[in-house]
């Protein structure tokens, strides 16, 4: 089973950048796809960006789209989120996890991380 650490989170003001890195073990990292997703306080927690194992293909939810870009380095069982142009509404907890297929939805399986903190404020 697949196990995960986030990182990378802060505060940024509106219109900047971080990158997340999700850092997994397991020896079969490399056979899964992997998800980012985030939940914001009262919020229910929504799906962000998946990439497939090979890191062939990519999706983005909708409001992420040429804001967030996915990679995966398997070699280094790392997957990375980078986010631009960030906006107050992006602030949540960002978690990864292995996903059932990276197709234009996806859902996780699996256990959750700790989640890594984003707050996008001035």
């Known amino acids: 089973q697949l196990q995960q650490v986030e990182s990378g989170g802060g505060l940024v003001q509106p219109g900047g950048s971080l990158r997340l890195s999700c850092a997994a073990s397991?020896?079969?990292?490399?056979?899964?796809?992997i998800g980012w997703f985030r939940q914001a306080p009262g919020k229910e927690r929504e799906g962000v960006s998946c990439i497939t194992s090979s890191g062939g293909s990519t999706n983005y939810a909708d409001s992420m789209k040429g804001r967030f870009t996915i990679s995966r380095d398997n070699a280094k069982k790392m997957v990375y989120l980078q986010m631009n142009s960030l906006r107050p509404e992006d602030t949540a907890v960002y978690y990864c996890?292995?996903?059932?297929?990276?197709?234009?939805?996806?859902?996780?399986?699996?256990?959750w991380g700790q989640g890594t903190q984003v707050t996008v404020s001035s």
């Open positions: 996890a292995a996903v059932y297929e990276c197709g234009s939805s996806w859902s996780p399986w699996g256990s």
């Open positions: 397991g020896v079969l990292f490399d056979l899964y796809d």
